[in-house]
């Protein structure tokens, strides 16, 4: 050892070469890990210490310098990381995410049954402002997470959660009083911008919670928040505006997310490992010895402008830089896209065509919720038992890949539902036959949404942007499709309309997941996004 290596070693909050060296051994080595009492498995230690949630902060650029002082403090074992837990605690958790999750995009369709009701309220003539009053939500639930995720990695994500969630109370009631179109289309895109919260937190909490072979139930239950929040908001939306007003949809709204509240700010602990670390060196009331236990998590964690430009440019980073993280994006975002479209037709086909009126007319969402909800018991299990088979057959080594058959499986169903929907209501066949092909469309969504979430959080160093990354695209598509799906329905009719998107979603949703369970491996392996959190029991 050289002199300046000795006197680097003898610094405070230094890392000696032994150290170093044992982490780099227990790193290329695959072990047995045992607990008292407890039968023993194959241990990774690379999933403890780079996997995504672990404890390690979405930011430094040192991610070993901060794994070796998880190493150091025993960050594995500590009763205060989220990972040990009671499965109680865990599951009380992700409970209050989904809750989180479900209310607050239950505000962005909710009031779609009672559009043309606030058209009459503000005497609205363009059919494209009509649209803009649903999907402008979309646009700032799109921005939101730019901001707020790197936010949780400066406050934590539990405050970030409620504090998005108490603003959204506000901007609803906004919303319901807004004296002119100009002001409640501005109050529904600051309730899409504090909305989005639990988007840009919640799939972090996800892993902060579980490790990967155990997360995949937790972030099904997580996503089904987001999906099944706006099929349950026209419906209760629909009988809303026609019996009591448009108005009290939003009252309603500010309600729900008052009650999420009323139990989550008591029972919804702090998850994200850094800060919980940072949190409990600040409160031992000594910085010097602080700063000597956290040096990395110190430094990293201090400037907070260089926090919010990383995290800022990193999901466009991730979206341009690598292309399996643009790919599943553009897919997810595409059928968002199709599901919000629907949103915006959905009410002038089943009241032209149909007859419905706004309440019934709220009933027809309910063919997406059941699509969803079967997606979510089946596909769910249905994945875990493919990755777990898949991980077990590979020496009990999973892969993000092996995510990727689940995917196969709910590809086919979306472009089956889109032309089921699509041709039977054009035809006008029985009002029955368009929602079942919403529903075969909302399962096929819903099983494929679930893969790719999971695989951009198994995949990705920096799992957080993946999903914001993911969360942007799809939000601006949600935002874009309704104010052009009419026209184009009116140019192609709903059989030609439906059919051509269903033709875009075969070529973005079957040739790449085929290429991609074969060739994934490869490609993370040569992207420094990816490297750090995928290449198990490899050396670096």
Avoid at 73 to 97: C, F, G, H, Q, Y
Avoid at 124 to 136: M, P, R, V
Avoid at 456 to 469: E, P, R
Wanted: contains cysteine; aromatic residues 12%; hydrophobic residues 45%.
């Amino acid at each position: 050892m050289s002199h300046n290596e000795e006197k680097r070693s003898s610094e405070p909050g230094s890392i000696s070469m032994s150290t170093t060296q044992s982490l780099d051994s227990s790193i290329t080595h695959v072990h047995t890990h045992e607990k008292p009492g407890a039968v023993s498995e194959p241990f990774n230690p690379l999933e403890r210490t780079f996997s995504p949630g672990h404890g390690e902060s979405a930011l430094p650029e040192d991610k070993r310098g901060e794994a070796l002082e998880n190493v150091e403090d025993d960050w594995e074992n500590d009763p205060a990381n989220a990972r040990n837990w009671s499965s109680r605690k865990k599951w009380t958790a992700v409970m209050i995410l989904s809750a989180y999750t479900f209310v607050s995009p239950l505000a962005s369709s909710m009031m779609a049954p009672g559009i043309p009701d606030l058209v009459m309220k503000y005497g609205i003539t363009s059919t494209t402002i009509a649209a803009l009053t649903l999907s402008i939500f979309l646009l700032s639930f799109a921005i939101g997470p730019l901001i707020l995720a790197p936010l949780s990695e400066m406050y934590g994500r539990t405050w970030i959660l409620h504090i998005g969630n108490l603003f959204t109370i506000a901007f609803s009631l906004g919303c319901a009083f807004a004296p002119t179109t100009g002001a409640f289309i501005g109050f529904r895109f600051l309730s899409g911008f504090s909305g989005s919260a639990p988007i840009a937190c919640g799939g972090g909490s996800v892993g902060d919670l579980f490790a990967a072979k155990d997360r995949a139930s937790a972030m099904a239950l997580y996503s089904l928040g987001p999906l099944i929040g706006p099929v349950i908001g026209p419906v209760a939306g629909g009988f809303i505006a026609q019996t009591i007003g448009v108005k009290y949809v939003f009252i309603v709204i500010a309600a729900a997310c008052g009650a999420v509240s009323a139990v989550g700010i008591p029972l919804l602990q702090e998850t994200y490992g850094p800060v919980i670390r940072l949190r409990r060196a600040a409160k031992s009331g000594d910085p010097e010895k602080a700063a000597t236990l956290h040096p990395h998590l110190q430094q990293e964690h201090s400037s907070k402008l260089h926090i919010l430009w990383v995290n800022l440019e990193r999901p466009f980073e991730m979206l341009f830089r690598s292309s399996v993280c643009f790919i599943l994006s553009l897919y997810m975002a595409f059928m968002y896209g199709i599901y919000y479209l629907m949103f915006a037709t959905f009410g002038s086909l089943f009241s032209t065509v149909y007859g419905f009126k706004a309440g019934t007319g709220g009933l027809v969402y309910l063919g997406l919720g059941i699509g969803f909800f079967s997606a979510t018991i089946f596909g769910a299990k249905f994945a875990d038992k493919i990755y777990k088979n898949l991980g077990s057959k590979n020496g009990g080594i999973c892969t993000p890949e092996m995510r990727i058959p689940a995917l196969f499986f709910g590809s086919f169903f979306v472009p089956i539902g889109l032309f089921w929907y699509g041709w039977s209501a054009q035809a006008q066949l029985h009002w029955m036959m368009p929602i079942v092909g919403s529903g075969i469309f909302g399962f096929g969504m819903m099983t494929t949404f679930l893969p790719i979430q999971l695989y951009l959080v198994d995949s990705f160093a920096y799992a957080a942007s993946a999903t914001a990354a993911a969360a942007l695209f799809r939000s601006l598509l949600g935002f874009a499709f309704p104010l052009f799906g009419q026209q184009m329905f009116d140019a192609l009719g709903l059989g030609g309309g439906n059919s051509l998107l269903a033709g875009l979603a075969i070529v973005l949703g079957i040739p790449f997941p085929v290429w991609l369970y074969y060739n994934g491996e490869k490609m993370r392996a040569n992207n420094p996004l990816t490297r750090d959190s995928t290449l198990v029991g490899k050396e670096n």
